[in-house]
């Protein structure tokens, strides 16, 4: 599954990075120049400068929960 999100500030990153550390499956931000693991604050704190990101999730995981707390940074 995959989303279209936005990062703008560290501190959504950091939000974001709390929110990915909740669950036990695989979650990745993949922008332009790479990609990071949503679970590593560092990966996500080089994302911060892109307009635009895909959070990327394993088709295999029930992620309806994950829907509602990343709401605020779906690109809509």
Same mark, same amino acid.
């Given at each position: 599954?995959?989303?279209?999100?936005?990062?703008?500030?560290?501190?959504? +990153?950091?939000?974001?990075?709390?929110?990915?550390?909740?669950?036990?499956?695989? %979650?990745? /931000?993949?922008?332009?120049?790479?990609? +990071?693991? +949503?679970?590593?604050?560092?990966?996500?704190?080089?994302?911060? %400068?892109?307009?635009?990101?895909?959070?990327? /999730?394993?088709?295999? /995981?029930? %992620?309806?929960?994950?829907?509602?707390? %990343?709401?605020?940074?779906? /690109?809509?």
């Amino acid at each position: 599954m995959t989303f279209n999100i936005r990062i703008p500030t560290s501190e959504e +990153a950091q939000k974001l990075n709390k929110i990915a550390e909740k669950y036990p499956f695989d %979650i990745w /931000v993949h922008g332009k120049t790479g990609y +990071a693991d +949503a679970k590593s604050l560092l990966g996500l704190m080089l994302c911060t %400068i892109e307009t635009e990101l895909k959070l990327v /999730v394993e088709d295999d /995981v029930d %992620i309806r929960q994950l829907e509602k707390d %990343i709401d605020c940074f779906l /690109v809509k």
